[in-house]
């Protein structure tokens, strides 16, 4: 028994639910109170165990993979794969809420190091909902899409230490020629 709430202990740890001291908890509530009301509410609110966390990340996830997956059958028409393939990039980047708590997720995007990413990866998603259903031109909403794929990347690079740094640098390798 006493294996498996060590295991149960490391998986907290690693999915980000950490049993913090209370001085520390309380520096930190002070420091967000002003900026993050809505949200100290709403974790207050909606507190889930460990397994509620991982069940809703997984049922999100799966959710967000299968509409993802699903877009592919509508490939050739540009205004249904947009909102499917969006659809399912919501669901996906929601599933991490379930994982490390909706409060985390909001500072974690946006933390200096990622703000940029998460603006452009959030705008592609609003451009390309907004080129399928209310502009209903396959051109432009394809081009929003794979838009929408770049940001999407470029934000889950800004996940992974010096990814965006060795990505850059690659591209710049690739495509600077001199005649």
Known sequence: MEKMSEAMEKMRMLVGIEVQDLDH????????????????????????????????????????????????????????FGVAFTFGNLLSLGSTGFLIGPKRQVNMMLDPVRIYATALYLASILLALLCALYVHNKLLTLVAIILEFGALIWYSMSYIPFARAMISKIMVACFDTEF
């Open 25 to 80: 908890l309380d520096e930190e509530e002070e420091e967000n109170s002003s900026s993050f009301g809505f949200m100290d509410d709403f974790n207050r609110n909606c507190t889930l165990s460990t397994k509620q966390r991982l069940y809703g990340f997984a049922i999100c996830l799966v959710a967000g993979l299968t509409c993802t997956l699903m877009s592919l059958l509508v490939f050739f028409n540009p205004i249904k």
